[in-house]
């Protein structure tokens, strides 16, 4: 049945090891597979310990690995407090008031602080590093370092690796002066991670390197032949007049997320020039190329959506090349 979140086994090793290859070391953002199989050969390769964005997920995670990273400033609660006890736990902050929420609770933890490097989302500015830091610290908790995100990195013609890098050095240097060692300084991006600078991180969180997806393909961080998960859809209408076809793959399975410098809603495998050009619910419109035949009615192909992150999120199993399905063990976990 069509359809199917489908994983290429060789794909997904090569991808883990080649990330693993970094000089830097690896803490992997487990929010983009959410798989419990996937993190176990990720640590294999030598990642660290892990990335997760919730409580949620922290608590799945926490039957592979003691050692996790919350890159998220958490409003805390209870849920925390007892996950705390059962592995060593980091949590990202940007405010006063989340971190004063974090010494009232039962099993206060060590907080990065989060830096905006560019991204203009969660974070502080590098200035408002100090002031924060030294709050934190008169609260009685433990400040290891800085992390940050540079989501801008997922656009064309950015510098999100040096605009990291310099916030990152920055943010270093002003924890250094108040007497913090052995320094956490944590980023990276699937995009960025390649040219982040290892003299100032320690520490790289890429997530979607595992499989890639539409929008790295169109970003130029990986080719054809990394794309390691697809979904199998089934051609179910067809318009000659208009030389496209409609997949029984839409929107609550591919997602919806669409940048503005996107070509499309998806891509499809083997067919570079194909794109998903709309998606409702159940409907998936791909525009075939001009002078390539349309596929007919019942064919199946494998699309390659444009952010593999929700896609995960979206389904409860995978089917795997070797035969087996893993269970989406996180989905949901928002």
Same mark, same amino acid.
């Given at each position: 049945?069509?359809?199917?979140? /489908?994983?290429?086994?060789?794909? &997904?090793?090569?991808?883990?090891?080649?990330?693993?290859?970094?000089?830097?070391?690896?803490?992997?953002?487990?929010?983009?597979?959410?798989?419990?199989?996937?993190?176990?050969?990720?640590?294999?390769? #030598?990642?660290?310990? $892990? @990335?997760?964005?919730?409580?949620?997920?922290?608590?799945?995670?926490?039957?592979?690995?003691?050692?996790?990273?919350?890159?998220?400033?958490?409003? *805390?609660?209870?849920?925390?407090?007892? %996950?705390?006890?059962?592995?060593?736990?980091?949590?990202?902050?940007?405010?006063? +008031?989340?971190?004063?929420?974090?010494?009232?609770?039962?099993?206060?933890?060590? &907080? %990065?602080?989060?830096?905006?490097?560019?991204?203009?989302?969660?974070?502080?500015?590098?200035?408002?590093?100090?002031?924060?830091?030294?709050?934190?610290?008169? !609260?009685?908790?433990?400040? /290891?370092?800085?992390?940050?995100?540079?989501?801008?990195?997922?656009?064309?013609?950015?510098?999100?690796?040096?605009? +990291?890098?310099?916030?990152?050095?920055?943010?270093?240097?002003?924890?250094?002066?108040?007497?913090? /060692?052995? $320094?956490?300084?944590?980023?990276?991006?699937?995009?960025?991670?390649?040219? =982040?600078?290892?003299?100032? $991180?320690?520490?790289?969180?890429?997530?979607?390197?595992?499989?890639?997806?539409?929008?790295? %393909?169109?970003?130029?961080?990986?080719?054809?032949?990394?794309? =390691?998960?697809?979904?199998? =859809? @089934?051609?179910?209408?067809?318009?000659?007049? !208009?030389?496209?076809?409609?997949?029984?793959?839409?929107?609550?399975?591919?997602?919806?997320?669409?940048?503005?410098?996107?070509?499309?809603?998806?891509?499809?495998?083997?067919?570079?020039?194909?794109?998903?050009?709309?998606?409702?619910?159940?409907?998936?419109?791909?525009?075939?190329?001009?002078?390539?035949?349309?596929? *007919?009615? #019942? +064919?199946?192909?494998?699309?390659?959506?444009?952010?593999?992150?929700?896609?995960?999120? $979206?389904?409860? +199993?995978?089917?795997?090349?070797?035969?087996?399905?893993?269970?989406?063990?996180?989905?949901?976990?928002?």
């Amino acid at each position: 049945m069509t359809p199917v979140v /489908r994983i290429d086994l060789d794909r &997904l090793r090569a991808n883990i090891a080649s990330m693993a290859a970094s000089e830097i070391p690896l803490r992997p953002h487990v929010k983009t597979h959410k798989i419990p199989e996937i993190a176990r050969l990720q640590l294999a390769a #030598g990642a660290r310990g $892990l @990335t997760v964005a919730t409580v949620g997920e922290a608590e799945v995670f926490a039957d592979v690995t003691d050692d996790i990273f919350i890159a998220y400033p958490l409003w *805390a609660d209870d849920r925390l407090a007892a %996950l705390s006890r059962r592995v060593s736990l980091t949590v990202g902050c940007d405010s006063i +008031e989340a971190a004063s929420r974090l010494s009232l609770i039962d099993a206060p933890v060590p &907080l %990065l602080i989060e830096v905006d490097s560019g991204h203009h989302r969660s974070g502080v500015p590098v200035e408002e590093v100090d002031a924060l830091a030294r709050q934190i610290l008169d !609260l009685g908790l433990e400040v /290891r370092g800085a992390f940050t995100f540079p989501g801008h990195s997922y656009q064309p013609g950015q510098t999100a690796a040096s605009d +990291e890098a310099a916030a990152l050095s920055q943010a270093g240097e002003i924890l250094r002066d108040l007497g913090i /060692r052995d $320094l956490i300084l944590s980023g990276g991006s699937t995009p960025s991670a390649r040219a =982040a600078d290892a003299t100032v $991180l320690t520490e790289l969180r890429p997530g979607v390197y595992v499989f890639n997806d539409a929008q790295q %393909l169109e970003l130029g961080t990986c080719g054809w032949e990394d794309i =390691a998960l697809t979904v199998r =859809a @089934t051609v179910v209408s067809r318009r000659v007049d !208009l030389h496209q076809v409609i997949l029984d793959a839409g929107s609550k399975i591919l997602g919806s997320d669409r940048p503005a410098w996107a070509s499309g809603f998806g891509r499809i495998m083997g067919v570079p020039d194909a794109r998903v050009t709309a998606v409702s619910e159940h409907h998936g419109t791909v525009a075939w190329p001009p002078g390539e035949p349309l596929p *007919a009615i #019942g +064919e199946e192909v494998d699309v390659i959506p444009n952010h593999v992150c929700p896609v995960l999120n $979206l389904v409860d +199993e995978v089917e795997v090349s070797d035969g087996s399905r893993w269970v989406v063990a996180a989905r949901g976990k928002n």
